[in-house]
């Protein structure tokens, strides 16, 4: 019997490690028990371990059946193991350090009755039967080298698929060529600052407010932020026109994150001639820019110069967070050294997820999800508009005009505070502009509410309690608003 076969048994159905060389000296029975019951006192084999069938075992071990039985019969006999009709032989023995999922003591994402929390989709409006289709055309179609390791830059099939949506849908100029598949827009900027830091850059520009993982994510990769006022117009330019020696600036000019601005048409133009004179980046951060309800989008900055930026898509908002797709539509200039830093990050993203979408965008299923979910987040949206204006008239309302998101402006961090804690008091998850983080310097104070993250049957209970938690917070008194007054449109 080599080692392998004596620690190791796989082809037994149920795998199982057991140090069964070491026992067995003492004769084979002595040498399973032995290794069963170390393995129990250690805590690596948990209360209601499935253990393998004893043909099989036998097998794998290469002896014969009976010598399985005896070993399982002491075992259980010293009350190591039971046998349970039907569903085979597990353990009995706790050895006080319980492994399943359930009783790992790790923090747990705080569970919201009603989740309002900024930058989700509605997770029970994921389109599951149509996602399991077109994994499943995609898995009886596909050629068994696609379950291999492919290119960095992410499958052939899936950039020209994704290349005519967003040429057709978001504007782009764009070719298959263009595009490298990542896991999300987290993944894609953290390639973005690594790449131009090992080219020499040492200074990133970002949008104040913005996440604090983004701001992290380029700092981590060596460079120091320059942080950009933002305002009704969207980011200061002119700020950017004065900073030195800036290797890129990344924003999120079709609606602010989490401000909810539209960079105006004037502020766009200069940023562009801003980026050809100096030779800097522009990373277009298209996080939820298929959600517009009111007014024009005026367009990805992609489509109008190419060759200076890099633009961020996701299915995070689209399908759902845990599907982690997303690309980057990429300048010829950085094409291979973005391509080099994904291989050293992951080498490609993974080709099961890559193929379900594929089919998905194909069938036009991508479309008509974009489509069916824009219709429902608006009437959300203005459900919300009309729950907050009934219960608190003077509260003010920002950034409704697009996404997933509304802000509602407050006095200070005070109020703020007062509002989060009566909000949350009322089971609803939302956001703290000042608490969440998304300023360095001295910021505006407010709640970000999110109107898509619930799920369907819970939503009008969540606009209930939000408003009448909201009826209980002082009014911001003046109209300085950024990302605009609230509109709402049926
Ligand atoms: C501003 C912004 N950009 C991008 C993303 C999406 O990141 P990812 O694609 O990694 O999920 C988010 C998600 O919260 C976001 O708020």
Redesign the pocket.
Known sequence: MSKSQSQEWSNSGVGLFLDFERHRHRGLRAGIETGVRDAIRSGRLAHGTLLPPTRALARDLRVSRRTVVEAYSQLAAEGWIEGRRGSGTVVAFAAGQERGADTIRERQPVRWRFDMR??RPDPSSFPRAEWLRALRRALAVAPDDALGYSSPRGQLALRAELAGYLGRARGLRITPADLLIT??????LGLIARCLAAAGARRIAIEEP??PL?RAIVRAAGHELVLLTVDQDGVRVDELEHAREVAAVVL?PNRQ??TGAMLSARRRSRLLEWARDTGAFIVE?D??GEFRYDGHPLGPLQGLEPGVVIY?G????TLA?AV?L?WLAVPESLRRALTREKELSDWHTGALDQLAFTELLRGSGYDRHIRKMRLRYRSRRDAVIDAIGLSSPALQITGAAAGLNLLIRLADAATEGRALAAIRAAGVGVEGLIEGGYYERDGLAGVVIGYAAASEHTFHGAIEALAGALSTVVPHGTVDAIGGPATRSR
């Open positions: 900024p930058g896991t999300g827009f987290t993944q894609g913005s996440m983004h999120t994150h989490p951060d996080y939820d961020a996701t299915t995070s908002k967070p982690r997303g």
